[in-house]
């Protein structure tokens, strides 16, 4: 306790009465005296998210499709952005793999390093991106974005402009990543949909399918959002197309705040 004590700038009392409130809550759990752990109340709101959470719902039964039409030895990540980080919030691939890769579900990235991350930055407004450069420009400079805002603008522009983000060994030795954003509503960049696979099988075909199938389905887990906030009922899985449908006569929202 004394330890959590001084990592908090707590008092030891006060400390206390923390922990023992996030144990009644089940959100911490003693392992012996003065020893914690997680709790069960983590495991269950897991649960929840799994089940509740509509980006992870809309995108579950497209990402079953993804990696059945991928070859084996692809995975399907779904990534969103957490606070000044990026997280894997679920993932899928036809069989098991033989590899493990850096985005495991749960785990804080850099917003910094491998296709899916660098996707989100690109796509977020000038202002967060400046205010980010501001405060990790040695990380910007060390992932290859740039020394300066200026540097770190261009190459973020590009990465927009391209549509989607493709990285190798970044993360992970051996590994490739081709990404593209996900939309909330709103069109703000929330997260990222992406194929990690062996570099030995990104061809330039393997490259431009993906980039295609991921802006398709990415799109669709947008309108499928759309669908959502507007209140309708519908299959998160059905084509993009019928949910454009269904949203014809709605504006597209502009993309304005988007970095220039």
């Not at 269950?44 to 070859?71: E, G, H, N, W």
């Not at 997280?87 to 899928?92: A, I, K, L, P, T």
């Not at 989607?164 to 992970?172: G, I, K, N, Y």
């Amino acid at each position: 306790m004394e330890k959590a004590a001084e990592e908090l700038g707590l008092a030891v009392s006060t400390t206390y009465r923390y922990f023992r409130s996030l144990s009644r809550a089940g959100l911490l759990a003693a392992l012996i005296p003065g020893r914690y752990v997680l709790g069960p109340a983590i495991t269950q709101y897991d649960r929840q998210m799994r089940f509740l959470d509509p980006l992870v719902t809309t995108a579950q039964p497209i990402m079953k499709r993804l990696a059945a039409m991928a070859p084996p030895h692809a995975v399907v990540l779904l990534c969103r952005l957490y606070r000044d980080h990026v997280m894997c919030v679920h993932q899928e691939s036809a069989g098991q793999v033989d590899f493990a890769i850096s985005y495991e579900r749960g785990r804080p990235m850099s917003l910094f390093r491998g296709a899916s991350s660098k996707v989100i930055l690109a796509n977020m407004s000038s202002r967060t991106a400046k205010a980010l450069q501001g405060r990790y420009s040695l990380d910007m400079r060390q992932a290859g974005l740039g020394a300066t805002w200026d540097q770190v603008k261009t190459r973020l522009r590009d990465l927009r402009a391209a549509g989607s983000a493709v990285t190798h060994s970044e993360l992970d030795v051996g590994m490739a990543g081709i990404a593209v954003p996900l939309f909330d509503p709103q069109r703000d960049v929330v997260g990222s949909i992406s194929f990690v696979t062996p570099i030995r099988y990104t061809t330039q075909k393997f490259i431009a399918t993906a980039h295609e199938d991921l802006s398709k389905a990415s799109e669709e887990i947008h309108w499928a959002l759309c669908v959502l906030a507007s209140g309708h009922t519908g299959n998160s899985d059905r084509k993009a197309g019928d949910l454009r449908q269904s949203k014809r006569t709605a504006k597209r929202p502009s993309r304005a705040r988007r970095s220039s």
